[in-house]
């Protein structure tokens, strides 16, 4: 069956450090989407791909950064690592069609701790 | 599990009962719109759709509505059990999908 997986789920890391997480999904998808999740703020956008060597800045990519070489993957980059980077990242992706993005699958997530 | 939204708006409801979460979007001009479940230490769920051109949607179990003159969402879940505590959120098109805060649904045995 088709899915999306992160890696790790789980990572704690130094203030600083450089820090990359894994996306990939066996959908096929040309979209892929990076998301954060802290409390009281739901899901925000920190970058987005609808296809290969095609990225785009969403609502908070400030220290953050993607490439997509290919249709699978696109790994999400912290240059240097905040504290205020601490959250739940979570990685989606969905089929494009006449221009319009509909429905989104979500991977299961990475919880990331700055110290 | 993943903490995801202790401070979100919460809706608490009896076994059994039926369960109405709301929701308001921003765009007029968004033809599409989706809910999402998410259940502790999880990604957010499909739910059900809808496209503007429709006023009512049913599911098993959920109906969604759409009041495109107020710009409002919710979605009715019939019945409800203990499995459908989660947060809910609704997602309206745009390109990518603009997320709500979402609502915890907690349901009381």
């Known amino acids: 069956d088709a899915e999306i997986t992160q890696s790790p789920r789980h990572k704690i890391t130094e203030t600083g450090r450089q820090v990359t997480l894994a996306c990939h999904q066996t959908w096929n998808h040309n979209n892929m989407f990076w998301y954060r999740q802290d409390l009281g703020h739901g899901l925000r956008l920190i970058h987005y791909?609808?296809?290969?060597?095609?990225?785009n800045k969403g609502e908070v990519s400030d220290g953050y950064s993607v490439s997509r070489s290919n249709t699978e993957d696109l790994p999400l980059t912290l240059e240097s690592a905040a504290s205020s980077q601490t959250s739940v990242y979570f990685c989606?992706?969905?089929?494009?069609?006449?221009?319009?993005?509909?429905?989104?699958?979500f991977g299961p997530g990475t919880r990331l701790t700055v110290t | 599990g993943e903490s995801v939204g202790l401070h979100l708006p919460t809706l608490s409801v009896q076994e059994g009962d039926n369960s109405i979460i709301n929701c308001a979007y921003s765009n007029s001009a968004s033809d599409y719109f989706i809910w999402y479940k998410q259940e502790s230490g999880k990604g957010p769920q499909f739910i059900i759709d809808i496209r503007s051109n429709m006023d009512k949607r049913q599911g098993q179990r959920v109906t969604v509505l759409l009041n495109k003159t107020v710009k409002h969402l919710s979605l009715q879940i019939a019945a409800t059990q203990p499995g459908d505590s989660a947060v809910y959120f609704c997602a309206e098109s745009d390109t990518p999908l603009v997320f709500g805060k979402g609502t915890r649904l907690s349901v009381i045995a």
């Open positions: 791909s609808y296809g290969v060597h095609d990225t």
């Open positions: 989606a992706s969905s089929e494009r069609t006449s221009g319009r993005t509909y429905e989104q699958y």
